[in-house]
């Protein structure tokens, strides 16, 4: 009778220990439940595009028209409420379904600057020809103030939803604790609507610049993220997409619109927390 009682608590002693020895599992083994928000900043570059121009009593395109964003630089404005939309930003907001696949909704705030004082190629018709200094002798026009000024500059905000894939490789590393530090590659493809606040002067006629549901968007990215502490992170995207605004607004006259519709190519850099609920 001793010797099972002692055997007994022998064994009940080796599992005691046995389970005082198993390796807790690390917060950063499972994605499933976790919410996350990231904040960041871009750069972007866009094609050429053909954009159309019609009113009461103008119908004209002006044909590979060539823009550029306009990058604030590493600024305090980022982080400042009263100044926050005056650089180029990304807020993105998102919930795991599972361990890799998650779900989110941003606003990607990209600025679209059309050159100035370039020779482009036009067809149609408008009032006042040759007046705003922008007759060229062999048939182009030149894209003076006068004639025409056109920036999506507070934004071109492209307001989208993503389906994302997230794969740790950390292993690809040896690292030892992803609860420390942790390496995820991401993918994912978007939708959404453009939602720009057009700054524009055309022939003359007095600045607009009004919030405008203005067309839509499809995007694809891919990235890095890098999370320390299991909590905070760094991301490193590059996203790319199509945009077709069909009904930008250009005057104060709801029958004076603009069309147009070209790929872009966003560099983004974001830091973010993950967290649950």
């Known amino acids: 009778m001793k010797t099972k009682f002692l055997f007994l608590l022998l064994a009940i002693s080796a599992n005691i220990k046995a389970q005082e020895t198993v390796t807790p599992e690390k917060y950063t083994s499972h994605n499933k439940g976790k919410f996350y928000i990231f904040w960041g900043g871009n750069r972007e570059s866009f094609t050429k595009s053909d954009i159309h121009f019609t009113g009461d009593n103008y119908d ?15 600024h305090i404005d980022y982080f400042n409420p009263t100044r926050i939309t005056i650089p180029q930003t990304n807020l993105r907001i998102g919930y795991f379904i599972n361990d890799h696949y998650n779900i989110s909704i941003g606003v990607d705030h990209m600025k679209y600057v059309m050159y100035q004082n370039r020779a482009v190629d036009y067809t149609g018709y408008y009032p006042n020809q040759g007046s705003y200094g922008e007759t060229l002798p062999n048939g182009q026009i030149l894209l003076t103030e006068d004639f025409l000024t056109f920036e999506h500059t507070d934004g071109l905000n492209y307001i989208n939803t993503e389906f994302c894939r997230v794969d740790d490789i950390s292993k690809w590393f040896n690292l030892p604790n992803t609860d420390k530090f942790q390496i995820n590659i991401t993918e994912g493809v978007g939708a959404g609507f453009l939602y720009p606040k057009t700054n524009a002067k055309l022939l003359g006629n007095e600045r607009h610049d009004d919030f405008h549901i203005s067309g839509y968007g499809v995007s694809a990215k891919a990235g890095l993220n890098f999370t320390f502490f299991k909590h905070f992170f760094l991301e490193a995207e590059l996203k790319g997409g199509y945009i077709d605004m069909n009904d930008i607004r250009t005057t104060k006259n709801n029958s004076d619109k603009a069309s147009q519709h070209f790929l872009f190519f966003q560099r983004i850099i974001a830091i973010g927390g993950i967290f649950k609920i």
């Open 60 to 74: 004209f395109t002006l044909y590979d028209v060539e823009a550029h964003d306009k990058p604030k630089g590493w």
